[in-house]
């Protein structure tokens, strides 16, 4: 008996009108589809009179679900992914299904399809030459705070997801870490009736939130660092400057707390942005020539 195969299938994000032909053929050809919300799923599938039985497929439940999966695959019948919004495994579940089927030598087929970020993308007048998929921002803690500084210094264009209940927060963060004056265009409701985009920068996004309450799923497409750069080229030596400024307090305090130099330029290499040899010769020069503490 043939094994079954795994078709990943991408689902409207908004307007019911652009799931493709395709992937309703397909959907009407499996056993099963496996769906993040069944409920959800029920509605649109039967317009499309799809009767495939669904199985609950979640971010809560995706790991005790991969035997079932696997066993039904072995069976020969076919199933189809989907997600509630968009392409499924873009900030959905699935990755571990996918690569489990891979390591088993089952077959993967992928649709193309609906996706808000590149529809954002498309659309945000940002450079898209090269571009970063981030998604959604951990919600809380050092995870989120250390991904916002990580933020900073993607070089390209970088496509965010948001929840409206978050989207004043992250903009506060992300002009607290140095991006207030990067370009910004805001999608909101991509593909619905009420659909709009902000073209702004991020100081001016946050004002025009604070005055209009955040309602809709949102996509955020940001520039980057070189292309900010480039609109503003004094300030990548002011940065430098500034950069020179902190490393030279760093190694000065280091030094008062008995480092030594090489400890010092190896310790300060990872957490800067300065080679070994920079930090090295800016330690022996600070430290009066000598290579000794």
């Not at 199985?55 to 069976?75: G, R, T, V």
């Not at 690569?99 to 193309?112: D, G, V």
């Not at 498309?122 to 998604?135: C, D, P, R, V, W």
């Not at 948001?162 to 991509?190: D, Q, S, Y």
């Amino acid at each position: 008996m043939p094994r079954g195969k795994l078709y990943l299938i991408p689902m409207p994000i908004g307007n019911d009108k652009d799931i493709t032909l395709r992937s309703l053929e397909q959907l009407k050809m499996v056993d099963y589809i496996l769906s993040e919300d069944t409920r959800d799923a029920k509605i649109i599938l039967a317009k499309y009179q799809i009767s495939a039985p669904l199985i609950s497929y979640h971010l809560y439940n995706e790991k005790e679900k991969l035997n079932q999966i696997i066993e039904l695959m072995a069976d020969g019948n076919n199933l189809a992914l989907i997600s509630d919004a968009g392409m499924p495994l873009i900030s959905d579940p699935g990755y571990l299904l996918v690569k489990k089927l891979i390591e088993l030598n089952f077959q993967i087929i992928a649709l193309p399809g609906a996706n808000a970020g590149l529809t954002a993308l498309i659309a945000s007048g940002l450079n898209t030459e090269k571009f970063i998929f981030f998604g959604f921002i951990a919600s809380k803690g050092n995870e989120r705070h250390n991904q916002i500084k990580e933020l900073q210094d993607l070089p390209y264009t970088f496509i965010l997801y948001e929840a409206p209940h978050r989207l004043l927060k992250t903009l506060n963060e992300l002009m607290l870490n140095n991006m207030g004056n990067r370009k910004i265009a805001i999608g909101r409701e991509l593909t619905k009736k009420y659909e709009n985009y902000l073209y702004t920068d991020i100081i001016n996004a946050y004002q025009h939130y604070q005055e209009e309450s955040p309602r809709g799923e949102f996509v955020l497409i940001i520039e980057g660092s070189i292309d900010y750069l480039k609109r503003n080229p004094n300030l990548k030596e002011e940065q430098r400057t500034e950069e020179l400024y902190q490393l030279k307090e760093d190694i000065t305090e280091l030094l008062t707390g008995g480092m030594k130099v090489k400890a010092i330029s190896n310790f300060l290499a990872k957490k800067t942005k300065f080679n070994k040899n920079e930090i090295y010769q800016l330690t022996i020069d600070l430290n009066d020539g000598s290579r000794e503490a």
